[in-house]
């Protein structure tokens, strides 16, 4: 009886209605995880129990995949940190290790099973993402007087926990619509489809640059900076640009757009806001770098400098931290003189400080490869005919705003943060490395 059962049950995950069922709920998960967050952790719970399986039934895949060794390592190094932790922080290990800060990450890979490569699923996905954000911007904030606020140049969050996460979201939903554009040039629906369909990306995209810029968040704007300089080189290598004219033509128009902007007096008033600071950091008066947006983030890093010297390999897994901030007089004399957000400081202000803090030079290692191999995966894939065109310019965009925004801010240990990274990440996923799969099978 039970041999009669193991089969007919690993027959029903290899049914297509069984995909249907999961999706479903991932589905539900991208769209409700900010809008509706009690709502979200359900789908979320329930997508991740029904993936369990998959991890089974695909087990001969993963053996194979890059992604999964990453995985591997990123458990290893965990354990390794919280024991050296409990040689030389013996009062601040905790009993046992936490191997959960980086296991959420690979939330990526069950995301990419359940979407199996399928286009149409992953655009789904990636639409009810960009949905779920706005939506959140309404339900989360009172939305009328935010909007006042904003028309006044003032800074605001629309209620999204605060400025830098809203910043954040509304650079990753520029980059999603961005990508999305390119999906819709090779499907085979009428002109006024099309035309239909890219106006509301045209409004979405609007909609996301007017949020990350009332919402003043500087790494933001130096991340979208960024890859809008690199964009042509990102257009050529995923051939939408085919000439070195081309090329030199969107550099001219890139150049000009910046100089239009840097003549914004709201843009300059935010940039500059601390160039005084700025200016000790480039003479390298770093002994008395004030207590600033800024100055906390050098002062801090600083401080882990040292921790990093004594533990560069291995780190002081996660409560290695907590060490940085108790030992400095700074951040603690900080602490100890303001009141609110200031006061519960916890964290570094950079997701690549605090890897090499609390897991060293092999953590910090592993989890670049999350950056960097989704996008030599998507080339190769393009190049071979199996990735669409438009999931390889995603994937050059995002990865590159992503590196940048988590040098600032620690964006990668954070719920919202590590929502925008699975879904993305399990998108680029689903459509290089499982899509190999399928192709392999066939």
């Known amino acids: 009886m039970n041999q009669a059962i193991v089969p007919s049950f690993f027959n029903f995950i290899d049914d297509k209605r069984f995909y249907k069922l999961v999706r479903f709920f991932l589905f539900g998960y991208a769209l409700t995880a900010i809008a509706f967050p009690d709502a979200g952790e359900l789908f979320r719970a329930l997508f991740l129990a029904l993936s369990v399986p998959l991890l089974v039934t695909h087990r001969h895949f993963l053996k194979k995949d890059v992604f999964f060794w990453i995985f591997v ?5 965990q354990g390794l940190s919280w024991l050296n932790s409990t040689i030389h922080l013996p009062q601040l290990a905790n009993h046992y290790p936490h191997f959960d800060r980086l296991a959420k990450l690979f939330i990526f890979i069950p995301i990419g099973l359940i979407l199996q490569g399928n286009n149409k699923a992953s655009i789904t996905t990636l639409v009810l993402f960009a949905i779920g954000i706005f939506i959140a911007c309404v339900t989360q904030s009172d939305f009328r007087h935010q909007l006042e606020l904003a028309f006044q140049l ?3 969050d629309f209620g ?22 390119f999906a819709i040039k090779p499907t085979k629906i009428s002109f006024t489809m099309k035309s239909v369909l890219s106006l509301l990306l045209v409004i979405a995209l609007s909609f996301s640059v007017v949020l990350a810029i009332v919402s003043q ?16 080189l990102i257009l050529m290598l995923s051939g939408v640009i085919k000439s070195k004219k081309s090329v030199f033509f969107s550099y001219s128009i890139i150049v000009l757009l910046f100089l239009s902007i840097s003549q ?53 897994g996660e409560n290695g931290i907590k060490h940085v901030i108790t030992s400095s007089d700074k951040l603690m004399a900080l602490k100890n003189s303001t009141s609110g957000s200031l006061k519960d400081l916890a964290h570094l202000h950079s997701n690549h400080i605090e890897l090499l ?20 995966k998507a080339y190769k894939g393009y190049k071979a005919g199996m990735t669409p065109q438009w999931t390889l310019i995603l ?4 990865y590159l705003f992503w590196f940048i925004i988590n040098g600032f801010e620690t964006f990668n240990s954070r719920s919202y943060g590590v929502f925008s990274f699975v879904v993305i990440s399990g998108v680029v996923y689903s459509l290089t490395q499982v899509k190999r799969l399928k192709r392999d099978n066939n």
Not at 160 to 181: D, R, W
Request: hydrophobic fraction near 55%; proline fraction near 3%; aromatic fraction near 10%.
């Open 217 to 232: 968040s500087r790494q933001v704007w130096l991340a979208i900076g960024a890859v809008m300089f690199m964009l042509p």
């Open 154 to 156: 003032r800074r605001v």
């Open 73 to 77: 390592g990123i458990m290893a190094i």
């Open 357 to 376: 803090v609390a897991y060293g030079i092999i953590g910090f290692s592993l989890v670049l490869a999350l950056y960097i191999l989704p996008c030599i």
């Open 395 to 398: 994937a050059l965009c995002f």
């Open 264 to 316: 914004s007096d709201y843009i300059q008033q935010r940039a500059l806001k601390e160039q005084s600071v700025l200016a000790k950091i480039v003479s390298g008066n770093l002994d008395n770098i004030p207590m600033t947006s800024i100055g906390i983030r050098i002062n801090s890093w600083l401080d882990a400098s040292k921790s990093i010297a004594e533990h560069p390999i291995l780190g002081l």
């Open 160 to 181: 999204l926990k605060n400025a830098q996460f809203t910043s954040m979201f509304a650079g990753t939903v520029v980059l999603v619509c961005f990508g999305l554009f």
